[in-house]
């Protein structure tokens, strides 16, 4: 079980940092990624992360201004979020998935395991 937290409204060029809180024993087995939805739009990859944080993955976009982070000791995810843009407003979700070669991080279908999403809004 998957829980998002940390969304807001902030000024444009503000920061956030949200933050995914994991269930169970088994936490540090999964990859995490965090995916977002702006209105009318299709969910979309923003970020993910392997078992151990080794290798992080970023859409272009956010690419210099947002930091994915986990703390396997916690089954904590985080996503700070810097230089926000009008264009960053989404519902911002946390995906769990098993290790997989054959999907890319990328992929929304290879993350069975969601959390509520929370909602970030950038002002210009």
């Known amino acids: 079980q998957l829980q998002a937290s940390g969304g807001g409204l902030v000024q444009a060029g503000g920061s956030l940092r949200l933050s995914c809180a994991g269930s169970g024993r088994t936490f540090s087995g999964y990859v995490m990624g965090w995916f977002r939805q702006a209105p009318g739009q299709e969910r979309e990859f923003v970020a993910s992360?392997?078992?151990?944080?080794?290798?992080?993955l970023y859409e272009d976009s956010v690419k210099g201004r947002f930091t994915l982070s986990r703390d396997n000791s916690k089954n904590m995810v985080y996503l700070q979020m810097n230089s926000l843009k009008p264009w960053d407003t989404a519902v911002y979700y946390c995906?769990?998935?098993?290790?997989?070669?054959?999907?890319?991080?990328?992929?929304?279908?290879?993350?069975?395991?969601w959390g509520q999403g929370t909602l970030v809004t950038v002002s210009s």
């Open positions: 995906a769990a998935s098993v290790p997989n070669r054959h999907k890319s991080l990328r992929d929304l279908d290879r993350y069975p395991y």
């Open positions: 992360t392997t078992t151990d944080g080794g290798f992080t």
